[in-house]
């Protein structure tokens, strides 16, 4: 049987994204120069951004997985964010970055900082690969940034549609036919 090659249009191409990410861990390595951060990624979105980034940062690092999801397999927030799974690691008095996908209305990051700040960290930044200014309505602040995108949904580098489309090596536009 001869399989379809799938090949959505590219917003942002691979070369593109990993020039950035060269450049965010470079940040990032100057920032918390001399010190220990812990990483936390955003399952599922960010695993692929998350551990691109981590190769670019030359500090010593400790990795953490976190898992909330908001979208259920709409295109659309549905307003609500879960916890589906927590880090394992105590973040009192640590630097912490959190890795995120993308930024849309906010809800997810917002309240993902909120349950980090109880913990007493030393401090939390966020990495956030890509940003929807359009959709914002819970203001973050996003200290690492790759890309600010138009209001379009998204998908490949680690973006799903339904469960969909994660392994893509860049990003692409989800449109009707797809
Ligand atoms: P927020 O809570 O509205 O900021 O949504 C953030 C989450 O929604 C991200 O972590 C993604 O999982 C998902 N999301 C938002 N926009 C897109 C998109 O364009 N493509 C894929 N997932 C998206």
Do not use: W
Request: aromatic share 8%.
């Amino acid at each position: 049987m001869k399989m379809e090659l799938f090949s959505p249009e590219a917003l942002i191409t691979e070369d593109e994204i990993a020039h950035r990410i060269e450049e965010l861990g470079y940040s990032i390595t100057k920032d918390f120069e001399g010190q220990e951060l812990v990483v936390i990624c955003v399952l599922k979105g960010a695993f692929i951004f998350c551990s691109d980034l981590i190769k670019k940062i030359n500090l010593p690092i400790k990795l953490e997985f976190i898992s909330l999801s908001s979208y259920g397999d709409s295109t659309q927030s549905s307003g609500s964010v879960r916890l589906d799974m927590d880090i394992t690691a105590n973040i009192e008095g640590k630097n912490v970055l959190i890795v995120e996908d993308i930024v849309d209305t906010g809800l997810t990051i917002k309240t993902l900082m909120d349950i980090m700040k109880v913990r007493k960290p030393k401090n939390v930044k966020l990495a956030s690969l890509l940003y929807k200014p359009s959709k914002m309505k819970h203001s973050v602040k996003i200290d690492y940034l790759g890309f600010e995108i138009e209001d379009k949904f998204v998908i490949g580098y680690g973006l799903d549609y339904a469960g969909r489309y994660r392994e893509l090596p860049y990003i692409g536009i989800l449109n009707a036919g797809n």
